[in-house]
């Protein structure tokens, strides 16, 4: 298994989706983080098997919510870029440098 770092903005937009959907539905907001983990264990697995979308920057799709996983792999690290709505602007997160990982 590979190591995860998360941006702290990826790490707030995970927590606010997971809110929001709890707000919908008692017990969603657990279930979109259960979905979130899965993805990122499928990642830690084999992270090089995720398309790239820019640059070095990949995307596994979360199932059965409209999220995908944005990260990079470098140096046997995966960095977590942002937890991102498909419906969302695409590249809100470019400016995220990946230094400010936590």
Known sequence: ?????????????????ARWYESQQDGLGKRFLTSIQESLTRIELDPEIYPIVEGDVRRCLVK??????LFRFKGGVVSVMAVMHLHREPGYWKNRAPEQQT
């Open 1 to 17: 298994m590979k190591p995860v770092r998360f941006h702290p903005e990826a790490d707030s937009e995970m927590a606010a989706a």
């Open 64 to 69: 059965i919510f409209p999220y995908g996983v």
